[in-house]
């Protein structure tokens, strides 16, 4: 019997740690994580006292050796990287750019599982992008890693319909599954030497960028369609939002209103019974679920009701 690959994991947030908890717990696997990468432990709490990532914790909870390193452009770390021998590098929502001295290391590939169907949407936020784009439909992409963001031969995908009540949390969780289950069909190929690799087209590629705060402010001028994405895509960081007589309100669900328009402004409240519908700069969206700054998500009818608002107020003025 060949000897089982060895694997050194890279990644940070709670979707890296769930493809790594498959990974780890596998049944009769043909490999082995013999260390993970992941992100330096950060300040929480009031207390300031820190934190590992989401794939530190798994890491230390299954006693898997774990490199933090605060720069990875070393002699040190890279030094510490070699000692495991790696076959494979298998990374996930990493967060750095990495230097050929990195990518150099492993045996056979350093992979990549990006959650998206590569070259749509490369970068940071590719579910955000997706359910931002209307798409219909996304999915997983494994991938070798290059020195060009996301940009690297093709090993697999898989794909998977966006359904309407997809949030960017729910997402997020089907496709930390699927990518499991890719990472794991491409490991195989790779233990058995059957990788095929196929390059992306460069014509057909497309860009998402590290979500901002800022970018969760409603414009009411644009279409019901296009606030209502946003409030699946921004759920649930950071949340879509707008402002209603100086304060800040959240809107986490909303739905698009089928009934008539109006020569309103857009960013006014039309009627608030029995759910509040706001008229936008292209049909209207009635809204489900809000939440006041330091206070509980509500019904959008209570929460209209609890601040005595009434049709023909205003959001974002």
């Not at 914790?57 to 510490?80: C, D």
């Not at 509500?298 to 609890?306: E, K, N, P, T």
Request: hydrophobic fraction near 45%; charge should be positive.
């Amino acid at each position: 019997m060949a000897e089982s690959l060895k694997i050194v994991f890279m990644g940070t947030p709670a979707l890296a740690a769930r493809i790594l908890e498959r990974l780890v717990t596998v049944p009769r696997a043909n490999f082995r994580v013999v260390g993970v990468v992941t992100r330096p432990d950060q300040p929480r709490g009031r207390g300031l006292g820190t934190e590992p990532s989401a794939v530190g914790a798994l890491a230390a909870r299954r006693g898997i050796p774990a490199l933090k390193p605060v720069k990875i452009r070393t002699p040190e770390f890279l030094s510490e990287l070699k000692a495991f021998a790696p076959d494979l590098l298998v990374v996930a929502a990493y967060g750095r750019f990495l230097p050929s001295s990195i990518l150099d290391v492993p045996r056979i590939a350093p992979m990549n599982v990006h959650a998206s169907l590569l070259p749509r949407h490369r970068g940071a936020a590719p579910v955000e992008g997706a359910i931002l784009a209307g798409d219909a439909e996304t999915g997983v992409t494994i991938m070798r890693i290059v020195e060009r963001m996301d940009a690297g031969p093709v090993y697999l995908q898989r794909r998977i319909s966006i359904e309407s009540s997809d949030t960017q949390g729910t997402l997020k969780e089907k496709l930390a599954e699927l990518g499991a289950d890719a990472m794991l069909e491409a490991i195989d190929l790779a233990a058995r030497g059957a990788l095929v690799e196929t390059p992306q087209d460069e014509a057909i590629a497309t860009y998402t960028a590290q979500v901002e705060k800022k970018d969760a402010v409603i414009d009411w001028t644009a279409s019901a369609v296009q606030i209502e994405r946003m409030t699946r895509a921004y759920d649930p960081w950071p949340v879509a939002r707008t402002r209603l007589g100086g304060d800040e309100v959240l809107i986490w669900t909303a739905a698009l209103e089928d009934s008539g328009s109006s020569d309103e402004p857009p960013g006014t409240i039309v009627s608030v019974k029995p759910n509040p519908v706001v008229q936008c700069g292209t049909g209207r969206l009635r809204l489900i679920e809000l939440q006041a700054a330091g206070r509980k998500r509500i019904s959008a009818a209570d929460f209209l009701r609890g601040k005595r608002v009434e049709a023909g107020a205003r959001f974002g003025a």
